[in-house]
T-cell receptor, first 113, second 113 residues
Framework: ELKVEQNPLFLSMQEGKNYTIYCNYS?????LYWYRQDPGKSLESLFV?????AVKQEGRLMASLDTKARLSTLHITAAVHDLSATYFC?????????????FGKGTLLTVNP | DAGVIQSPRHEVTEMGQEVTLRCKPI?????LFWYRQTMMRGLELLIY????????DSGMPEDRFSAKMPNASFSTLKIQPSEPRDSAVYFC???????????FGPGTRLLVL
């Protein structure tokens, strides 16, 4: 059974600082997803990482994937208040035609002035 | 495109009552997913369909839960009878083959008293 673990689960940071959220998964998966959820809202897709070494960037967020280490990271550069949200990573079971996503517990990010 | 549409957005019911949640996927999407989100268990996949056919229902908690997809533009998730532990936010998501991203609906907040 695929397990996805995120850390930290809670992150409070100051504006302007940098930080990284980590996502580990337990079995082979070659696709990793990052989503953002604002309080009381739905999930918004941020990044889809499809291969080992994949790196994607959007604004102050950058995601990377290391399939050998079974690790993805979401790096936040010079945080601003608008980035406050819960961030989820999710991985697919690899192989076959099963499209079942397993989500991590989420990281609640609070950016303080 | 209007995105994934869910109804109702909020539902309050009493224990023992039947609850029906509805979802309209994005036009042209051939995969539909039902998720449940709670504080304790996080985001869990309940069931998903491909071309209206249920593919994996291993996440459906018990026989009180059932899901149908009578056509490409409509799906229901039914709980009968409902119990207080079913209180959660239920999300519907859809995707199209060949595109990795799942697009989530706004969710239905269910409270069973």
């Amino acid at each position: 059974e695929l397990k996805v673990e995120q850390n930290p689960l809670f992150l409070s940071m100051q504006e302007g600082k940098n930080y990284t959220i980590y996502c580990n998964y337990s079995t082979t998966s070659d696709r990793l997803y990052w989503y953002r959820q604002d309080p009381g809202k739905s999930l918004e897709s941020l990044f889809v990482l499809l291969s080992n070494g994949a790196v994607k960037q959007e604004g102050r967020l950058m995601a990377s994937l290391d399939t050998k280490a079974r690790l993805s990271t979401l790096h936040i550069t010079a945080a601003v208040h608008d980035l406050s949200a819960t961030y989820f990573c999710a991985a697919y079971h690899s192989g076959g035609s099963n499209y079942k996503l397993t989500f991590g517990k989420g990281t609640l990010l609070t950016v303080n002035p | 495109d209007a995105g994934v549409i869910q109804s109702p957005r909020h539902e309050v019911t009493e224990m023992g009552q039947e609850v029906t949640l509805r979802c309209k996927p994005i036009s042209g999407h051939d995969y539909l997913f039902w998720y449940r989100q709670t504080m304790m268990r996080g985001l869990e996949l309940l069931i998903y369909f491909n071309n209206n056919v249920p593919i994996d229902d291993s996440g459906m908690p018990e026989d009180r839960f059932s899901a149908k997809m009578p056509n490409a533009s409509f799906s229901t998730l039914k709980i009968q009878p409902s119990e207080p532990r079913d209180s959660a936010v239920y999300f519907c998501a859809s995707r199209v083959a060949g595109v990795e991203t799942q697009y989530f609906g706004p969710g239905t907040r269910l409270l069973v008293l």
